[in-house]
């Protein structure tokens, strides 16, 4: 199957396997950034590997990057340039997910600090671990973990459009 066809379905399995890979770790963590390499060509450049990847089985392989603040986090992936041999990247980050009738309630004249603020402090706010992927050809993939709790399990959520804003700039690390 020619790769273009194969890239929307294999997204989506990257992105899952990504926060998989995240989550082992439990919660609490800083952001952190993967490059999405194709496995045939990873193989080619370090066949030491070969024992450890299949690239019938994930034609993508995510590679951890280098940590990226908390804070700011925005003008950390303007900073960013990959190289053609990285054709997608991944990203995961805890966030505070609140319900729509509280998220409507916070003003667009708050700054970043008192809105992150106002949602770490709502009482019907869920914490949440989200991973947006993406392709230089401008496929997206998101997957979202909301943290359960004793009395809930932990609920998965995927949906390309979960985070464009954090897709946009994934994608802008690829722009010229």
Known sequence: MPASEEQPVVLPAVAREVEEFVSTAGWNQAPQLFALVPTAELLAR????????????????????????????DKALAGIVWPDVVTGCALAQEIVVLPPDAEESLSADLGDAEARRIAAEHPRRREARLVAAVLRDGTVSCVLRLRGGVEAPDEVVEHPELAPN??????????P
């Open 46 to 73: 370090q066949p030491e590997l070969a024992g450890q990847l299949d690239p019938a089985a994930s034609p993508l392989t995510p590679i951890a990057q280098e940590s990226l603040p908390d804070d700011e986090l």
């Open 166 to 175: 954090l897709t946009d700039a994934l994608l802008a690390t690829f722009q």
